[in-house]
Every structure is written in structure tokens, then in C-alpha cells.
């Protein structure tokens, strides 16, 4: 089953990343707020993982978060540029 969330937090989408969710797509905005990012993530856990993030009992390994922040820090910054 096919299970999709959609945050423009960037530690909350790092964490699924780091834990097996899939980045499906951004979705680059410029608002009154500034410009950000709408992450786009998918895979069977991602509900589960939403949660553990949200409630505070996220544990994942340091250096796959470390690896997942950089990658999304690069699709933002392309996703962004591309855009505007």
C-alpha cells in the first residue's frame, strides 16, 4: 500500500529519510513568509515515523540523518533556484 505525507519541516523529513521514507518530490513556494519548501515523502512508514517525530521518540542513526539533511538542503537549493 502507497502511503504519502506532505511537511515543510526539514528535520521531520530528514528523520523519515534517515529511517527508509522516500522523497517523492518538493514543492518550492514564495509566499509572504519567504520562499520554502513542501517535502513530498512516501513509503509504507511514513505515518509511523510522522509520529515518532512528532512525539519525541524519533532515534535514527547520526550520520544517516547527517546524509539525509544534506541531500534535501541540495534539492531545496536546486528546487528553489529553478523556480525564481
Known amino acids: 500500500m502507497h502511503f504519502e505525507i506532505k511537511t515543510t519541516d526539514l528535520w521531520q523529513s530528514a528523520y523519515i529519510l534517515a529511517k527508509g521514507g522516500r522523497l517523492r518530490g518538493l514543492k518550492p513556494d514564495c509566499g509572504r513568509a519567504g520562499r520554502f519548501v513542501t517535502f513530498i515523502l512516501d513509503g ?28 534535501l538542503k541540495s534539492e531545496i537549493s536546486h528546487a528553489l533556484n529553478d523556480k525564481y
Open 44 to 71: 509504507e512508514d511514513v505515518f509511523r515515523l510522522k509520529s515518532e517525530f512528532t512525539s519525541g521518540q524519533a532515534n535514527c542513526n547520526v550520520s544517516q540523518l547527517r546524509a539525509s539533511m544534506l541531500h
